[in-house]
């Protein structure tokens, strides 16, 4: 019997898999339990439909990042913190503080999405890594200044 997954099945398959299962399987497990319905073309339709949906979404979200990296780029923070003779500061910067700055100029990004490989401890210009989408990184110039 030819059932379509509603939901992912562990070692079976994933949501919108077709596959072919044993009747006894399909009709007693699979189907009351609400993790597939029998493998109709109004079920296939439906299915190809919601995944046109997703990927148009998808398509949305990623165009909305690209966007959003194209005005990081062209902008860029300063902080103002104190510091040695040396350049060194006393403490260091965050993503949390850059996500801060960010958020006081008008863009909504956590600080998750902030990549800091380490906190920023000298006075000067850095690039800092944002990931905005899976497939859309930006870098956004932070100029430390001595306060």
Known sequence: ???????????????????????????????PN???VEATQNALNQVEAQKKALERKKEKEKEAAQALAAK???????????????GKLFG???SAE?????????FDI???????DDHIRL???HDVSIKLHPE???????????Q
């Open 72 to 86: 990081l780029k062209a902008f860029t923070i300063t902080l103002r913190h104190k510091a040695g003779d040396e």
């Open 136 to 146: 859309v990184t930006a870098l956004l110039p932070v100029e430390v200044m001595k």
């Open 1 to 31: 019997m030819k059932v379509l997954l509603t939901k992912d099945v562990p070692k079976v398959g994933k949501k919108g898999d077709i596959l072919e299962a044993k009747e006894g399987y399909a009709r007693n497990f699979l189907i």
């Open 34 to 36: 609400g993790l597939a």
């Open 98 to 106: 850059i996500a801060d700055a960010l958020k006081a100029k008008g």
């Open 123 to 125: 006075v000067g210009h």
């Open 110 to 116: 956590d600080k998750k999405q902030i990549v800091l």
């Open 92 to 94: 260091s910067i965050t």
